[in-house]
């Protein structure tokens, strides 16, 4: 039992599971009918409820959940378990209903390769700062994207209803309008179907949307949140060189002191 634990107290032996894991799920996504791979998955189940238990009995569970990687695990480990259930209801009909839906979820261990990441606390912090730093100008630009939904749905839903049929339906095809996604198939479509004037004004007001909110809108966006993870970085430099000039200035007094005593 002791040895079992060194294994799954080991965290290259469970990165080699989480990987040959992950091959797995890839490998029966293919829809191999009657493939050997389909007995494995229960066996990796098994195992990282195996870890999860070892490591409650280590650490104790308070200690254990109160690692943000090991909450992440132990989530994944509890929408992993239903699926076992296959091996005992293979041919029934609640296989096909329930416990399929719930092998959707063993997908999500793939997340569990994230924390083997060189740096990757660093890098998470750093995420966290910049969303912090910048949610105001992720939220106006959000509030940008709702009105012009709106006003673009009142405007040309009877034209277009594909695109502008109902606010939801306006706010997703702004938003990929914003994205630089294919923004001249909608104002080319809407001149096939009116006047003139309405397809000079339409491409107009399209190309104004495009330059306020697809170019300097979300280059807006872009740049502050880039900026506030950058920013992390220089706070640290900055730091250490506050830290090696106040070293410098001591060693400076120091020897100042020196001279003062020699030449006296």
């Not at 339906?169 to 909608?186: A, H």
Request: proline share 3%.
């Amino acid at each position: 039992m002791k040895n079992l634990g060194k294994w799954f107290l080991n965290d290259f032996f469970i990165l080699g599971l989480i990987i040959s894991n992950a091959l797995l799920i890839f490998s029966q996504e293919f829809e191999l009918s009657g493939s050997i791979l389909d007995y494995f998955e229960p066996i990796f189940t098994i195992l990282f409820v195996i870890e999860m238990i070892i490591k409650i009995k280590a650490y104790s569970f308070s200690h254990y959940i109160s690692d943000g990687w090991n909450k992440l695990d132990f989530i994944l480990v509890l929408l992993s378990i239903p699926s076992l259930a296959v091996i005992f209801y293979n041919d029934s009909p609640l296989q096909l209903n329930i416990l399929l839906t719930f092998r959707v979820f063993r997908v999500f261990k793939f997340f569990r390769l994230i924390r083997f990441f060189p740096d990757v606390n660093n890098l998470i912090s750093s995420v966290h700062k910049a969303i912090k730093a910048s949610y105001i100008v992720i939220a106006g630009f959000f509030l940008l994207v709702f009105i012009v939904s709106l006003v673009t749905c009142s405007l040309y839903k009877n034209i277009v209803p594909e695109y502008f049929g109902n606010p939801l339906q306006s706010f997703y095809t702004i938003f990929r309008l914003f994205s630089v996604e294919g923004w001249y198939d909608i104002p080319d479509l809407i001149a096939s179907r009116s006047s003139l004037t309405v397809e000079i004004l339409s491409k107009l007001y399209f190309i104004i949307l495009l330059l306020c909110g697809g170019i300097i809108g979300l280059s807006l966006v872009n740049s502050i949140f880039v900026d506030a993870m950058i920013s992390d970085n220089n706070d640290a430099l900055k730091e250490e060189v506050a830290q090696l000039t106040k070293k410098i200035d001591t060693l400076t007094e120091s020897i100042e002191k020196l001279n003062n005593s020699h030449n006296r």
